[in-house]
């Protein structure tokens, strides 16, 4: 079979005129220029920051005939002579086409057209047919509510694509799914999964008549997971389906093994690669719109495989890599049409993109500094002095390019301000997190403990104003993903060391107010970090509390965090639950805390806080 197909394809290059000696696949807008990738400029002269972390433009870079090539009427990306799987090729922008989809009755997912191939791990041997996800459909007006809320508590954080281009294909969802092709049913449901994920208490018992909001994500969970099953996601080429797996990953980032996380991440990025989607479209021949949307997307899946990847502890490998996509355009979706020619100028000032740019210059700023081969902020062959200089070039860039716009009424630009100072304040945190790396904190001096101590005592500040200010209710789901757990655990360590002082007022009243503010953090049993902070707090208070027994204080007030935690946790000093019930870590040992001696480096993998909002 492999033989004969190789046979029609070199008939088939004989009939264009090719020669079998010399092959080329046929380029759909034209071969690429050829250039060398080279995305960072030689660092600038003493005191000049700026060729750290400024890119060159993208450029076109060449390995063989790289090149978008197109046979029997469908068209892939590719590197290297492709003589196999044509069957699988698919126009990455092509929505119109997928509209023309038919839609599988087969409840028994067919193996490829080739027999030659047989289904892998990948490939479930069975997957939901059409009429099941018909059946998984929302009614239409809560389709349609879920949509709305996309577009306020998502999009705006989450720009993969262009309102105005999906909004038929989601009123067709409401009212007609049958109508909607596998790829775009796999997107409308990934976009419900997390459009519930982000409703508030309130919004989601007024849209399911106060249902249960765990029992609604399992439901739209399973749902989202059959839709991608159904169009064989793992094989895809399709940039649909690449844009409801990134959501699917994002919706699960807190609900998954963050492992697990980074193997589909993999598979993303696998899918993002068949696409082209890290060769910027202008270089392809694509059209404007095409093209921004899949910068969009791609840039997206970059920070999002950064912090997965942060989490697992590993190095991003896309970091390093050779890829020329430029950053999407400081444009409203509004600006952009299928027929225009070339993109309008970038907007003056914050646009709906301002979020999503915040975190894309940040993202660039590490990039470069990882292909100089630094981390800068926490290595400790950088000193103190010239980091601060660093990020005092970052801090000017930050405000002229994106605080100095913000309006203090729009929510989006609240958020923003938010965002950036977090970020500087994780910035300056990472920045002295190698003096205190194994190092005993009663060593350290006085005057840097309680630098940081106000930095963390900051950021904790900002995640109460997050969690208590109205107007950005509807991002706060977004904000729990860059929890800082580092700055958290310092308090909690410094509670403890200052048991004695009047400190310890204020910080125990900001370590109670976020334990009733964040939503995982009374679940001690959820994930070794959780139940790790758990005893900690415990065992911060017992110091605490000793302190005032030996003081004779008549108002002795065990703070709310610490009643909630020692019912779900047993130590050495708590007893076993009224229910019997031993402690949800039992293998966590209470006796190897050391307020001495903290690995800051496993806090800051717990959590990416800062780097991204």
Request: charged share 20%; hydrophobic share 40%.
């Amino acid at each position: 079979m492999q033989q004969d197909r190789i046979y029609e394809l070199e008939q088939f290059i004989l009939r264009s005129g090719g020669d079998l000696n010399h092959v080329h696949q046929r380029p759909i807008a034209g071969p690429h220029t050829s250039s060398t990738f080279d995305p960072i400029l030689n660092r600038g002269a003493a005191g000049d920051h700026s060729g750290i972390f400024h890119p060159s433009e993208p450029k076109s870079y060449k390995t063989r005939e790289a090149c978008l090539v197109e046979h029997d009427k469908q068209t892939r990306y590719v590197e290297t002579p492709m003589w196999y799987s044509w069957s699988e090729a698919r126009r990455p922008d092509r929505e119109a086409d997928a509209s023309q989809q038919e839609r599988s009755d087969s409840p028994q997912r067919q193996a490829p057209s080739s027999t030659s191939y047989h289904l892998a791990l990948l490939d479930p041997p069975v997957a939901a047919c059409a009429t099941d996800m018909l059946h998984r459909h929302p009614p239409p007006k809560i389709a349609l509510e879920l949509w709305t809320a996309y577009l306020t508590n998502v999009h705006p954080l989450v720009k993969l694509f262009f309102d105005w281009d999906k909004a038929p294909m989601m009123n067709r969802a409401a009212n007609k799914p049958a109508s909607l092709s596998s790829p775009q049913e796999a997107l409308v449901f990934a976009i419900y999964f997390i459009a519930v994920l982000s409703l508030s208490d309130t919004d989601r018992e007024a849209m399911f008549d106060a249902r249960e909001k765990t029992l609604l994500l399992n439901d739209f969970q399973s749902s989202t997971e059959a839709a991608l099953e159904h169009v064989g996601y793992a094989s895809a080429s399709d940039l649909l389906v690449l844009q409801a797996l990134y959501l699917y990953i994002l919706a699960m980032r807190n609900r998954a093994k963050p492992a697990t996380l980074f193997s589909l991440m993999g598979i993303a990025v696998r899918i993002a690669q068949r696409l082209g989607l890290h060769r910027d479209g202008s270089l392809l021949g694509l059209s404007p719109m095409a093209a921004e949307e899949r910068r969009r997307t791609w840039w997206q899946m970059q920070q999002g495989e950064l912090l997965i990847a942060l989490v697992v502890g590993c190095v991003s490998l896309t970091l390093n890599a050779n890829w020329d996509t430029k950053m999407p355009a400081n444009l409203e979706d509004s600006d952009i049409s299928p027929t225009m020619e070339s993109l309008p100028p970038d907007r003056p000032g914050l646009s709906s993109m301002g979020q999503v740019l915040f975190n894309y210059t940040i993202w660039k700023y590490i990039r470069t500094a990882a292909q100089k081969g630094s981390t800068f902020f926490s290595s400790a062959n950088v000193s103190l002095m010239e980091k601060e200089a660093i990020m005092e070039y970052i801090r000017k860039e930050l405000v002229d390019n994106f605080l100095q716009y913000c309006e203090p009424v729009n929510p989006m630009h609240i958020y923003i301000q938010i965002g950036v100072q977090s970020f500087l304040l994780s910035s300056q945190r990472s920045m002295r997190q190698p003096l205190v790396a194994n190092t005993r904190i009663s060593d350290i001096p006085l005057g840097d403990r309680n630098d940081l101590l106000r930095n963390c005592m900051k950021t904790m500040d900002y995640y109460i104003l997050v969690n208590t200010t109205p107007a950005i209710a509807c991002f706060r789901w977004h904000y729990e993903y860059y929890f800082a757990f580092t700055a958290l655990v310092y308090l909690i360590i410094e509670a403890h060391h200052r048991a004695a002082t009047a400190e310890a007022v204020s910080l125990w009243a900001i370590i109670n107010k976020v334990c009733e503010l964040h939503p995982r953090l009374m679940a001690a049993g959820s994930g070794l970090e959780l139940s790790a902070i758990a005893h900690l707090i415990i065992l911060a208070w017992q110091q605490r509390q000793r302190y005032l027994e030996r003081q004779q204080s008549q108002d002795i007030e065990k703070p709310w965090c610490v009643d909630k935690l020692e019912a779900h946790v047993n130590t050495r000093n708590t007893e076993t639950r009224p229910d019997g019930q031993h402690a949800l870590d039992s293998s966590f040992d209470s006796d190897l805390i050391n307020f001495e001696l903290i690995d800051w480096s496993a806090w800051e993998a717990a959590g990416p806080a800062g780097q991204f909002h």
